[in-house]
């Protein structure tokens, strides 16, 4: 009687584990990467749906501390420092927390991690805190978090459900670190003086610095039709457009031999603007 009892026992044990079913859960975790500038930022949530609920504030009160998505807190995770808010907060993982209002969300960065909803939240912990305007939305069924708006140094972190949408940016720092980088990264290979030359191009640094590395870099690697198409636009930045035209056929040369239609198409509209330059100029010089 006893051994049966034991059985008995032993077989209610283990019915649990045998009755657990893998299915789809209501809230599927979701992960959301994006590199911003050379920082690399992810999102970690819960995608509740609104399965023809009434989200704002109702399943959502108006007014109360949001876990914002289902299940655990949102993780957000940054490789680097980011400005939020206007606040510059270190690399490494927080938590986003939300209190909506129909006018407006107060949108909390919390150093807490892995929390269990709001339980364990510590304001102390914040941060950053700031506020946010939301904006009338098509219509989104299940929670979504997005990066919008995507520059070389921002980038808005969008949250969309139901028909609201609310963002806010993150900032990063790239321009120290890609100067270190050039001065770092010079060498015989050429192709780093090209892309110092590019990059002293697009953000408008010193132009016959920008001109030597190109040139540099053209030198080392040879004739490629991008790199002489960086160069005439430096060219023409100097106002040498003579030069720029004549670098400009060279680079058109080249991509088609390549068959790169998307260059040889910039050229030619390039070649169409500096010619005017060069006759309109000429025609103030003979007056």
Known sequence: MKTLSILGFLFLAIIPMQAQISMPQPSPLGTLTQKVGLTDVSIAYSRPSAKGRKVFGDLVPYGEMWRTGANRSVKFSISDSVTVGGKKIGKGDYSI??????????????????????????????????????????????????????????????????????????????????????EAALNPSGYSYYQAGRYYYETER???????????????????????????????????????????????????????????????????EWQAKLNQGTKVKNK
Do not use: H
Request: proline share 1%; aromatic share 10%.
């Open 97 to 182: 927390f939300t209190i909506p209002t129909a006018t407006d969300w107060t949108i909390i960065i919390n150093k807490g991690v892995d929390l269990s909803g709001t339980s364990g939240y510590k304001e102390e912990d914040d941060a950053v805190r700031f506020t946010v305007t939301p904006v009338k939305n098509s219509f989104t069924e299940t929670f979504t978090f997005n990066f919008g708006n995507l520059t070389n140094t921002s980038a808005d972190v969008e949250i969309l459900w139901e028909e609201v949408k609310v963002a806010f940016k993150i900032e990063v720092t790239v321009d120290d670190k890609v100067m270190k980088n050039i």
């Open 206 to 272: 010193d132009s016959k610095t920008a001109l030597e590395y190109v040139n540099k870099g053209i030198e080392i690697n040879g004739e490629k039709y991008w790199m002489l198409r960086t160069k005439s636009l430096i060219q023409a930045r100097l106002n040498d457009y003579k030069g720029a035209i004549a670098t400009a056929e060279k680079s058109k040369e080249l991509a088609l031999k390549d068959e790169d239609d998307s260059y040889v198409k910039m050229n030619e509209v390039s070649i169409l």
